[in-house]
């Protein structure tokens, strides 16, 4: 489980000031974090710590965006990014989130001098690892919901299966649309006809 981020003084001693205390964290707190290969998010002020993935996390990472991706791209729906890249939602929700996979919209595509994405994304995906589980499914799925964010997809390899989570019409829970797993298919409602083979994400 991810969970906030130690008492500041086990991160390096920062220039431009002590780190802040636990929810007065900032995006500009946030860039001043050391690149070591965890993943830094800030959600609602507080900061969360995540490890490096694993293999198998990004096998599957690499499966889901090029089904995505060329899905996407065929039908200029867009563009597919992939972790790390800053997501802030707005009003503060996330300064910033880092999902493993989240698709903008065409037209709202950041430009190449961007350092983020700011506003909310179409979809977004989660790689379940037994680290990030309930963190995924609690803090980071909350912030999703807070945000209006349309879709959400969840895959586990260790289920070897793939869940699809709408936002519901009146926009305070997720319902499942799709679940699937080897053998079987799942779909979006974000992306109409995308139809994925849950066993070319989780070959046996």
């Avoid at 995540?50 to 996390?57: D, E, F, L």
């Avoid at 965006?65 to 039908?75: E, G, I």
């Avoid at 563009?79 to 989240?102: S, Y």
Wanted: glycine share 8%; aromatic share 8%.
């Amino acid at each position: 489980m991810a969970q906030p981020a130690p008492r500041p003084q086990v991160l390096p001693e920062p220039e431009g000031g002590p780190w802040p205390a636990p929810g007065e964290w900032t995006y500009a707190d946030y860039r001043r974090l050391p690149d070591d290969g965890r993943r830094y998010e800030v959600i609602r002020g507080y900061l969360y710590v995540s490890p490096a993935p694993s293999i198998i996390h990004q096998r599957v990472l690499s499966r889901l965006f090029s089904s995505l991706k060329r899905f996407v791209l065929d039908h200029r729906l867009g563009e597919v990014f992939f972790a790390p890249v800053d997501i802030l939602l707005p009003d503060g929700i996330a300064e910033p989130v880092q999902p493993d996979l989240v698709v903008i919209r065409a037209g709202e595509e950041p430009g190449d001098d961007a350092q983020n994405f700011q506003g909310v994304p179409a979809l977004v995906v989660e790689v379940l690892s037994p680290s990030t589980r309930r963190y995924d499914l609690g803090t980071k799925l909350g912030a999703y919901l807070e945000a209006g964010l349309p879709e959400v997809w969840f895959a586990d390899p260790v289920a070897s299966t793939i869940r699809v989570h709408a936002l519901s019409e009146d926009r305070k829970r997720y319902v499942e649309l799709s679940h699937g797993g080897r053998g079987e298919s799942v779909t979006s409602r974000v992306l109409p006809g995308l139809r994925i083979a849950v066993s070319e994400i989780f070959p046996s």
